[in-house]
């Protein structure tokens, strides 16, 4: 569970639950991918 890095986490996994809607896994997939582009780059410095 990587999921601790901020609020980034949070919007990621809802729109992960909008677009996959009961897939967990995908869900979480988005919430790496996503902000790890990003936003991670931002909340981990």
Not at 22 to 39: H, L, N, R, W
């Given at each position: ?5 901020g ?39």
């Amino acid at each position: 569970m990587a999921l601790s890095a901020g609020n980034w986490e949070v919007e990621a996994v809802y729109e992960g639950d909008a677009n996959f809607g009961a897939s967990g896994v995908s869900e979480y997939i988005q919430v790496v991918m996503e902000p790890d582009s990003a936003t991670v780059t931002t909340t981990a410095s």
